[in-house]
């Protein structure tokens, strides 16, 4: 019941009367009041006023079940919050494995204490002021195809940041948020596959949202960036999450219906990288070129001093003046 008030609350956008939701909910006055009550003692704010009823004002940072009545759709249908895991990624890749939660769900926590990036590198994860989140679903794609879930990832990242919160993210490749080629947040994608389809898929985010200049590690102070250093204001981690999976899943809804290319090229269109000079290292190895291009996999296409294209499935890059 608490869920389906938040839902109405949340929907009114205003003032809902008591009576209003007693009557959509089949429910007495007096039961509508005592979730109201439960509510603000989860830390919902809700001002009530005679003449006008109910408006919810703001809801506890992450909430589950805020969350929950918010993203329950065709693909998301439960949300889980944690105060503090090792890894989003590693806690939800562990329990799908074992079937002890379904595809469809979505890990969320306020802190990690291993989160981790591309390559086993560390991702820096505080509590009380970013996004760590996991995203389980059974993509129904062949092994081949599992590329496109880091390029959904990205692509649904970077929209749901310009939509909500107004800021120039763009992608740059392989899995990076990036605001003036400083990095916002990171995509880590893991799968288990059979031979003709991946069985399972993780789909991991860190964005960097409310931390300040000082809380972002020396060592990366002038590389990295937050949503709050590039507006200027605080933002609540529940909306960009709704919007975020609101995202991603109407682009896995557009890979499945239309295929590849849609995605492709709105990645195209949100990315820093095509057209620039790089330079790419792929683990000792380093080249140079011209990021042309991505293909049909999301492999970046570098066009070489001698004219020649390589072909190049994972590096780090950096942008050469």
Request: hydrophobic residues 40%.
């Amino acid at each position: 019941m608490l869920e389906k008030i938040l839902s109405l609350l949340k929907d009114a956008h205003a003032f809902i009367s008591g009576q209003d939701i007693s009557n959509r909910l089949g429910i007495s006055r007096a039961a509508v009041w005592k979730n109201i009550l439960t509510l603000r003692n989860r830390g919902y704010v809700i001002e009530a006023q005679p003449s006008k009823g109910y408006c919810l004002k703001s809801a506890p940072d992450l909430a589950q079940d805020y969350l929950l009545t918010q993203i329950r759709s065709g693909l998301w249908k439960d949300v889980i919050v944690h105060d503090s895991v090792e890894s989003t990624n590693d806690l939800a890749m562990s329990l799908a494995t074992k079937r002890e939660i379904a595809p469809g769900t979505v890990i969320v926590a306020d802190r990690q204490t291993r989160g981790k990036g591309r390559l086993g590198r560390t991702w820096e994860s505080p509590a009380g002021t970013n996004i760590y989140i996991s995203l389980i679903i059974k993509p129904e794609l062949e092994p081949r195809d599992a590329t496109m879930l880091t390029v959904l990832g990205a692509v649904a990242g970077a929209l749901a940041l310009q939509k909500l919160c107004a800021i120039p993210v763009s992608i740059k490749w392989p899995n990076d948020l990036v605001v003036s080629d400083k990095k916002l947040g990171g995509i880590l994608t893991e799968v288990r596959a059979d031979p003709d389809r991946v069985a399972i898929a993780v789909i991991g985010m860190g964005i960097n949202v409310n931390m300040d200049s000082r809380g972002l590690p020396e060592i990366i102070r002038d590389i990295a960036t937050s949503v709050r250093i590039e507006t200027g204001m605080h933002h609540p981690r529940n909306e960009i999450i709704i919007q975020l999976l609101r995202e991603f899943e109407q682009w896995f809804t557009i890979l499945k219906k239309e295929g590849k290319k849609p995605l492709l090229d709105t990645w195209r269109k949100n990315s820093s990288t095509l057209g620039r000079k790089v330079s790419v290292v792929m683990r000792d190895v380093s080249c140079s070129g011209i990021a042309e291009d991505i293909d049909d996999n999301g492999m970046l296409i570098l066009k070489m001093r001698s004219g020649r294209r390589k072909t190049i499935s994972s590096g780090d890059i950096s942008f050469l003046s």
